[in-house]
């Protein structure tokens, strides 16, 4: 009897003896993350140690009622979120990481509508349909949506289908793909990804309010005999602490593929029902997964000698960079954490014009920070939509 007491003492006493261990591995450099009032489209660069990596080191978190917290892609540099806390997190507000749905067309010129979805942080971007005999494009990521096709008109919809138990690497929901062009128009353009975003605490996480990491819808072409785009998919939140609870309601929908939400916790009390997880939900243990370190990024720097923002919007209406040359102009490449035996390419979504891909030069530098350019790069009248790849 003496042993059984023994072994049924020590049982009861492990989950408690677990949460006491249990570190988010925060070293709160980035001080306390409170945020009572209004909307706020954070920028981590703000931020005392400007999240390195995308990893935030908080002391606490507190996101107060009837606040809104918008997480972009591109403030985010186009990667996945990781908030780490000392203390307690308590998310009774809003915190969205969503994609952007496709554009609807410009009846008077598609061409200016004509560009890639903006993804959540770590998400991908949508494709864009076909305009003036050029093809749809598929939509980014894993699972992206394919391109729309004679025989099937329309995108397919993204589909997340990067998954593990540990969310590691930790990736947000593909693109749809754009739709067909077939004696139309323009087709339609496919919806963007959901984020990604993991927050830990080595303390506990309370959530009565909402996070999001949703989908965008797509658009239809113009004119007879064109498809419409494919949607994004769902991206991930995945929450980490000894004890997570909550009313609150966490999102990764999509018009059609969803993503993934996960719970690690020794203790979990948010009501396991449809209108608490909005889409494929998991139930894990605790755990600390690896964190992310060189995480690799490639910008434009420049284009013919004028400085690119830091952080483009790639917002037609507000080009981030004017240029006044018809002939053929250099980009300038940066890279940080990337093999320097890389291919560059520069793919250009005109609006006026037909679509056009450059290769850059070879990388110059060290895998930690190198450049490149791209010669006689041709920018037709008006608005072109580019994205920089680099492969290895």
Request: hydrophobic fraction near 35%.
């Amino acid at each position: 009897m003496k042993m059984r007491s023994y072994w049924v003492l020590v049982l009861a006493a492990f989950p408690a003896l677990l949460q006491a261990q249990f570190s988010s591995g925060s070293t709160g450099s980035d001080g306390a993350l409170n945020i009572t009032s209004g909307t706020v489209t954070l920028d981590p660069t703000m931020l005392p140690n400007q999240c390195a990596n995308n990893v935030c080191n908080f002391s606490s978190i507190m996101i107060g009622p009837n606040v809104t917290v918008v997480l972009t892609s591109q403030l985010w540099r186009n990667s996945s979120v990781v908030w780490l806390s000392q203390g307690a997190v308590s998310i009774q507000g809003t915190i969205h990481a969503d994609g952007s749905g496709g554009a609807a067309m410009n009846t008077q010129n598609p061409g200016l509508t004509r560009f890639p979805a903006a993804p959540g942080p770590g998400g991908f971007p949508g494709g864009v349909g076909g305009y003036l005999s050029q093809p749809s494009q598929p939509g980014a990521g894993y699972g992206g949506g394919a391109a729309g096709t004679p025989n099937g008109i329309n995108g397919g919809p993204g589909v997340y289908s990067y998954y593990n138990n540990q969310l590691t690497p930790l990736l947000g929901g593909p693109g749809g793909g754009g739709g067909y062009q077939d004696g139309g128009v323009a087709g339609g353009n496919g919806g963007a990804g959901g984020g990604a975003i993991r927050i830990v605490s080595s303390v506990s996480i309370s959530v009565t309010g909402k996070i999001t990491a949703n989908a965008g819808g797509l658009s239809c072409g113009i004119g007879s005999g064109v498809g419409c785009g494919g949607n994004g998919s769902g991206g991930v939140i995945h929450l980490i602490a000894p004890a997570v609870s909550g009313t609150g309601t966490l999102q990764v929908n999509a018009f059609g593929n969803q993503g993934i939400i996960e719970v690690s916790s020794a203790s979990n009390t948010i009501p396991n029902d449809s209108s608490h997880f909005s889409g494929p939900y998991v139930s894990a243990g605790l755990y600390s997964p690896p964190l992310p370190t060189g995480v690799p990024s490639v910008q434009v720097t420049s284009v013919a000698g004028v400085t690119a923002p830091a952080y483009p919007t790639a917002n037609p209406m507000v080009p981030d960079v004017t240029i006044n040359s018809s002939a053929p102009v250099t980009v300038a490449i940066a890279t940080q954490n990337i093999p320097t035996n890389s291919v560059i390419t520069l793919y250009l979504t005109a609006e006026n014009a037909p679509d056009s891909v450059a290769i850059c030069g070879s990388l110059t530098g060290t895998v930690a920070s190198a450049t490149a350019t791209c010669t006689a790069v041709n920018f037709p009248s008006g608005v072109t939509i580019t994205n920089i790849l680099a492969v290895w």
